[in-house]
């Protein structure tokens, strides 16, 4: 299969630093929008937070997947459900909900607008070791992105018989998915300690 693949590196990335921490934007959707104007449609992003309490922006109209990385919070959704996320534990819910963290941790938020929808999932790879990712697509979707963001350590895999290396807090975008509905990816760890992968599955209903 082809996909449009795009690789980038951490060092593309420029985070920003707010009063409880620092937020890093990763990639909006189409590339000229901005989480500022509200004009994406889907965004991925993670932070860091600092302080013990905060507060969420309000965001209507945007639904939210929130994975903690390191550390532990406690996301208190007002008058709906409180829940404690701990590493890779994740949470949905809506941009327009009253929300208020309690605890510091790392973060990684999928957002997504309008007529797109998404999906998080964490990979851990053994040191010295692979995995044999497979994803099927939802058949009444159409699937439009799979992005890898390396957490923490490295992998290798051959894609469209390219071979890309990530390291570290790197981002590698596919694109032109919908074609097909089952992916197959082999994900190679050659160091050792282990690797943690967020992949975020993007659809457009």
């Not at 921490?21 to 937070?49: H, Q």
């Not at 994975?67 to 701990?86: C, P």
Request: net charge neutral; proline share 3%.
């Amino acid at each position: 299969m082809k996909y449009e693949i795009e690789l980038i590196l951490q060092d593309k990335f420029k985070p920003t630093f707010w009063s409880g921490g620092i937020a890093t934007e990763l990639i909006t959707y189409p590339l000229n929008s901005d989480y500022a104007s509200r004009n994406f449609l889907w965004r991925l992003g993670v932070a860091k937070i600092d302080i013990s309490e905060s507060t969420f922006s309000n965001l209507p109209n945007v639904s939210r997947k929130f994975m903690v990385t390191e550390g532990q919070i406690t996301l208190n959704h007002e008058g709906k459900y409180n829940k404690l996320l701990k590493p890779f534990d994740q949470d949905s819910f809506m941009g327009d909900w009253t929300t208020t963290t309690a605890g510091k941790a790392s973060v990684f938020n999928l957002m997504t607008r309008e007529n797109y929808s998404g999906e998080l999932i964490h990979l851990n790879i053994p040191p010295n070791n692979y995995i044999d990712f497979k994803y099927n697509a939802l058949p009444n979707k159409d699937l439009v992105y799979i992005c890898f963001y390396v957490v923490d350590g490295s992998f290798k895999s051959d894609v469209d018989s390219k071979n890309f290396e990530l390291n570290s807090k790197d981002l590698l975008l596919l694109n032109n998915v919908k074609l097909n509905s089952i992916h197959e990816f082999t994900l190679w760890n050659n160091s050792s300690k282990a690797t943690n992968i967020i992949v975020s599955i993007i659809y457009h209903k």
